[in-house]
């Protein structure tokens, strides 16, 4: 069975400096890889994912995400983060060709962002 | 845009008081998917739905049943609600392919007293 490990449960960044998130999976193949934010209040919302390809992913808001198979990781990362990037992040690894698209998801990374 | 909806944002029972979270999805998915969030836990897996009236178990199943008579609508059931089930209940919905993101609703915050 897979699993996704957030090392980190909260993060302190200054508005401004660069931001990593770790992600590390265990899974016997290559997974697809998820990373979600949760805003407060509100539903999870896809910043990009890995299935394929370029090991180097761009996603919405600035973000992109850098598989690495030799260290089972998927880190999230942002040059330069806006008050607005304060928000809980998780990561998540689904089974290629697993029936359902069921995923497993880290226990997240609360975001906090300085002025 | 996908939308998915959730019948309640915040839902407060008592104990043994029979719930039912709602959730309907606009984009003709398949797949549907009811997560419960824990602090520091994440997100698990209850139950999820490829077809209606077809189901599976996830992670953590116990104490809930679900239904899903229409394609664009999930029910969440707790038979008996007990104070470990206070928690956010998220759902989800996606297409079939395991590729394929999955869209969530705003979440139901459960309080059981």
């Known amino acids: 069975a897979q699993s996704v490990t957030q090392p980190d449960i909260h993060i302190t960044v200054s508005e401004g400096a660069s931001l990593e998130l770790r992600c590390n999976y265990s899974y016997g193949a290559t997974p697809y890889l998820f990373w979600y934010v949760q805003s407060p209040g509100q539903g999870l919302q896809l910043l990009l994912k890995?299935?394929?390809?370029?090991?180097l992913v761009q996603g919405i808001k600035g973000f992109e995400a850098e598989f690495k198979r030799s260290q089972s990781s998927f880190n999230l990362r942002k040059p330069s983060v806006h008050w607005s990037d304060a928000a809980e992040y998780f990561c998540a690894v689904g089974a290629p060709g697993n029936a359902g698209n069921m995923l497993t998801f880290g226990g997240g990374t609360r975001l906090m962002v300085k002025p | 845009d996908v939308k998915v909806t959730q019948s309640s944002r915040y839902l407060v029972k008592r104990t043994g008081e029979k719930v039912f979270l709602e959730c309907v999805q606009d984009?003709?998915?398949?797949?549907m998917f009811w997560y419960r969030q824990d602090p520091g836990l994440g997100l698990r897996l209850i139950y999820f739905?490829?077809?209606?009236?077809?189901?599976e178990k996830g992670d953590i199943p116990e104490g809930y049943s679900v239904s899903r008579e229409k394609k664009e609508r999930f029910s969440l059931i707790l038979e008996s609600a007990s104070t470990n089930q206070t928690s956010m209940y998220l759902c989800?919905?996606?297409?079939?392919?395991?590729?394929?993101?999955?869209?969530f609703g705003p979440g139901t915050r459960l309080t059981v007293l």
């Open positions: 989800a919905s996606s297409l079939v392919d395991s590729a394929d993101t999955q869209y």
């Open positions: 984009m003709d998915h398949e797949n």
């Open positions: 890995y299935f394929s390809g370029d090991t």
């Open positions: 739905s490829y077809d209606v009236k077809m189901k």
